[in-house]
């Protein structure tokens, strides 16, 4: 994966694992989308109170353990399975050393700015995450169109309609949610009404963007324009392929699913909840695909690490998931020591672990996904 192996055919497609696979971790895992919607609206259909901030109301704590569950048991797993294939091995410390130095400043940034501005902190958050889980969303597109029969078989235009609505879907509604002025309103089909304003927990992210583009929703609109145009174009291409029996499933599975689940996450009113939902199944995906790549990687004794070795590999998968889910709840520990123990403020403690940890997950998996071949079986290379 961090050599120089070629890829000299195309990996067997055209699914990235198998149906049964693909179908569990890459598309079907969108349902987990539902699941902190469903506990929200109903325990606060319970309480006849529905709160304004998720994290704020009491009347929400139930909820509030299920969603700390399922951070500590995907989110949190999913950043540092990253690990187990970057920091953990010595190819990608040799190949990358200005990564590895970077990663040594972000929880120093990340503290700062919790210290200084936590609203700046929480925007540039929002902004990474955001691009994080568009990047994460083309490579996969970009596993099925090399398995559609190598990267030559398909037109340039093909590709760019795949790259285009994977990148445009979920910036229009986001955009004029930051963008429009107070008392504003986004109707769309269907009777639905969008408020302005782009909360996260308490900070309004909306309210820390430089006031010259405050109002500036011609912004927004171009990003309806472009989705609407890749959307089009999906959509006659689509039909195209039927008629001419070249349909790549895979790819429009993953598409048709993705699209409107990723449109509609930024309609909700409460975005904490909506988007604990898209980051449930962005990091099952994400848990998938580095299984994936650590057990090729394995194949091809590219592991340097004897211990990553022993958890790496098809038929490891629980011993791989058991590590990823124990680093998960150490740091939860280290965040209570942290609190209780040294009595530091319990937001500072989260941001120092947490998010410094997401972040410098964040900053080596824009090299994780450059790496086309991490996914081809061994068979496929040289």
């Known amino acids: 994966m961090w050599t120089c192996t070629e890829v000299t055919t195309a990996p067997p497609g055209p699914w990235i694992r198998s149906p049964k696979w693909d179908l569990a971790f890459i598309v079907g895992s969108g349902a987990l989308v539902s699941v902190p919607l469903i506990t929200y609206y109903g325990i606060a259909a319970l309480t006849g109170v529905p709160p304004h901030a998720f994290q704020e109301q009491p009347a929400l704590n139930v909820a509030m353990a299920i969603n700390l569950g399922c951070a500590f048991l995907i989110g949190g797993p999913h950043l540092y399975a990253t690990y187990t294939m970057t920091v953990a091995e010595r190819a990608f410390r040799q190949r990358y050393p200005a990564l590895m130095w970077a990663a040594l400043l972000v929880p120093v940034a990340v503290v700062a700015l919790a210290l200084v501005r936590i609203q700046l902190l929480m925007t540039l958050f929002f902004a990474w995450a955001s691009v994080h889980a568009v990047h994460q969303l ?3 597109v970009q596993q099925y169109q090399v398995r559609a029969g190598g990267t030559a078989r398909l037109p340039t235009w093909s590709k760019g309609i795949d790259y285009l609505l994977a990148m445009s879907c979920l910036y229009p509604v986001v955009f004029w949610r ?9 109707r769309l089909p269907f009777g639905l009404e969008i408020a302005p304003g782009f909360p996260i927990g308490a900070v309004d992210i909306s309210r820390e963007l430089p006031a010259i583009v405050h109002g500036q929703v011609w912004i927004a609109w171009i990003a309806f324009a472009v989705f ?4 089009a174009a999906f959509a006659l291409r689509s039909l195209w392929e039927l008629a001419t029996g070249t349909m790549i499933w895979p790819r429009a599975l993953l598409l048709a699913t993705t699209v409107p689940i990723v449109f509609s996450v930024p309609l909700f009113r409460n975005l904490d909840v909506s988007l604990q939902g898209f980051n449930l199944w962005h990091s099952t995906q994400y848990i998938g695909l580095v299984y994936l790549m650590n057990a090729y990687r394995k194949e091809r004794q590219e592991i340097s690490s004897r211990f990553i070795r022993s958890l790496s590999g098809f038929g ?3 011993r791989y998931y058991g590590f990823v889910v124990a680093l998960s ?3 939860g520990g280290l965040i209570g020591i942290l609190h209780y123990g040294v009595g530091l403020p319990m937001l500072h403690a989260y941001y120092g672990v947490h998010l410094s940890a997401l972040w410098v997950h964040y900053l080596w998996d824009h090299a994780v996904f450059t790496q086309a071949d991490a996914l081809t079986p061994t068979a496929a290379l040289a």
């Open 178 to 186: 930051l963008l429009a002025e107070p008392g504003a309103v986004l």
């Open 329 to 331: 709840v150490a740091a």
């Open 228 to 231: 609407g145009f890749a959307l």
């Open 316 to 318: 490891n998968g629980r």
């Open 138 to 140: 083309t490579y996969i």
